[in-house]
């Protein structure tokens, strides 16, 4: 019995310290953080670059424990990229848990209402792991700006820009419902020139209840053949964003979308059209204004004329206004 315990306490006390020293590395606080943290995982990531984005909110003991468990679990030749919460109270076999299992955080992606195709990939390439290029190839068509709604949508940080496309076309059917499409029909639109005609009225003003009745007046210049011969059209068409006036010389630009060449709608929006942008076409008012011009009181509103003469006295106070302020 003399040397059963004299063999036995010392075992006793090496597993105790064997089990101390697993639960100081293994199962102790990971984050030293005193909020969530999120760590961010791409597909050229390994594990060494895993551990480095970790060090920021990890104390060197739970980067030491986990680096143990990534190799005993083959963490390596399992990883999965995505956004992952780091709460304070977690363990680090909790961490490893929620990595390992790609139990990632969703992100909250806003589609904004750019102008063009190249802005929205930038953008969209700030919030989710695919990049500009990869996002940018695959909006190369004149209407693929009628599929994003500007809205906020919860996504995987890791989806891929394919995937994006087909979740923002799944939200665009359900916004085109019946009704929305009857609507457009009744007008002899389809729903992408609805979204075509809402981004030049988007563009026109930021006053949300004067967006019917522009939509009113485009659709008479639409129904009676005359060209748009919207301003905005222009800038898009020149690339030209900043130009606080349009002159004679910036008519000429050879462009489909310039709607003082051409009749009709142009082959496709000219930004990503709002959402009250697309419900002033649906719900346009009835009215038998054919021209409009913004007010000389620089409101952001505008002066509607139904006659070409009405128009050109409301234009000329308008430019006369531009001169006194000197704008170019």
């Known amino acids: 019995m003399k040397k059963i315990k004299y063999y036995l306490l010392p075992a006793i006390i090496c597993f105790a310290a064997i089990i101390a020293i697993g639960y100081y590395y293994f ?4 984050s030293t953080a005193g909020e969530t943290r999120y760590v961010f995982i791409d597909r050229d990531d390994n594990t060494d670059s895993v551990l480095t984005k970790l060090s920021p909110v990890a104390s060197q003991h739970s980067l030491t424990g986990l680096s143990t468990m990534m190799r005993h679990v083959g963490y390596a030749d399992h990883m999965r990229t995505g956004r992952y919460a780091i709460e304070p109270s977690m363990t680090t076999a909790e961490v490893l ?27 969209l390439s700030k919030k989710i792991m695919a990049d500009s290029a990869e996002i940018a190839s695959l909006l190369t068509s004149d209407t ?43 007008k002899g639109l389809t729903p ?15 006053n ?40 004679n010389a910036h008519l000429e630009v050879d462009s489909p ?11 496709g929006p000219i930004k990503i059209a709002s959402k009250q ?48 302020r000197g704008i170019r």
């Open 208 to 247: 949300n209840g004067e967006k019917p009745m522009i939509a009113g007046m485009y659709l008479n210049r639409l129904r009676k053949g005359m060209m748009l011969q919207a301003d905005p059209t222009v800038k898009f068409a020149l690339k030209d964003f900043t130009l606080k006036r349009i002159y």
């Open 27 to 30: 199962f102790t606080q990971f």
């Open 144 to 186: 693929c700006a009628c599929i994003f709604l500007p809205d906020t949508y919860e996504v995987y940080w890791d989806i891929s820009a394919d995937k994006l496309l087909k979740r923002m076309k799944s939200e665009h059917d359900k916004y085109w419902n019946s009704d929305r499409r009857r609507l457009a029909a009744e």
């Open 277 to 324: 942008g697309i419900e002033a076409v649906l719900h346009a008012a009835d009215c038998d204004y054919l021209y409009m011009c913004a007010k000389e009181d620089f409101s952001g509103t505008h002066n509607f004329a139904r006659t070409y003469r009405e128009h050109q006295a409301n234009a000329a106070r308008y430019a006369a206004a531009l001169n006194q």
């Open 97 to 123: 848990r929620l990595l390992k299992t790609g139990s990632q955080t969703p992100v909250m992606l806003t589609i904004p209402e750019v102008r063009t195709m190249e802005q929205l990939a930038a953008r």
């Open 257 to 267: 979308y310039n709607t003082y060449k051409n009749t009709g709608l142009p082959p």
């Open 192 to 206: 992408n020139e609805v979204c075509t005609l809402a981004s030049i009225i988007d563009e026109e003003t930021a």
